[in-house]
Nanobody, 125 residues
Framework: EVQLQASGGGLVQAGGSLRLSCAAS????????IAWVRQAPGKEREGVSC????????YYGDYMKGRFTISSDNAKNTVYLQMNSLQPEDTAVYYC??????????????????WGKGTQVTVSS
């Protein structure tokens, strides 16, 4: 059974940092792309970042470049999202998702095969 467990969310002040974790099981981690997707209340899903574990390539949504860093620990089957300089507009539920296709071939918001439950990130001003 595929499982994706996101954790690490919380309440932080503007300018602060959080590190999200996505622990994966039930599939061959090295062969999958893992993406972070967020959804704020009343808004559409937004792709945050993606890593293709087979070659380590990373991708970011336009508004996250330079502030967020995605990384993967293949020994632990865990993907991390380091988020710095957080702003109130980053407030959302953050989900991790997995797919056997590379990140570049995917619409992260809608194409991913497997989704975990999200973790809430709230940034206060």
């Amino acid at each position: 059974e595929v499982q994706l467990q996101a954790s690490g969310g919380g309440l932080v002040q503007a300018g602060g940092s959080l590190r999200l974790s996505c622990a994966a099981s039930g599939f061959t981690f090295d062969d999958y792309a893992i993406a972070w997707v967020r959804q704020a209340p009343g808004k559409e899903r937004e792709g945050v970042s993606c890593i293709t574990n087979s070659d380590g390539s990373t991708y970011y949504g336009d508004y996250m470049k330079g502030r967020f860093t995605i990384s993967s620990d293949n020994a632990k089957n865990t993907v991390y999202l380091q988020m710095n300089s957080l702003q109130p507009e980053d407030t959302a539920v953050y989900y991790c998702a997995a797919d056997p296709s590379p990140c570049l071939m995917l619409d992260w918001e809608s194409d991913m095969d497997y989704w975990g439950k999200g973790t809430q990130v709230t940034v206060s001003s």
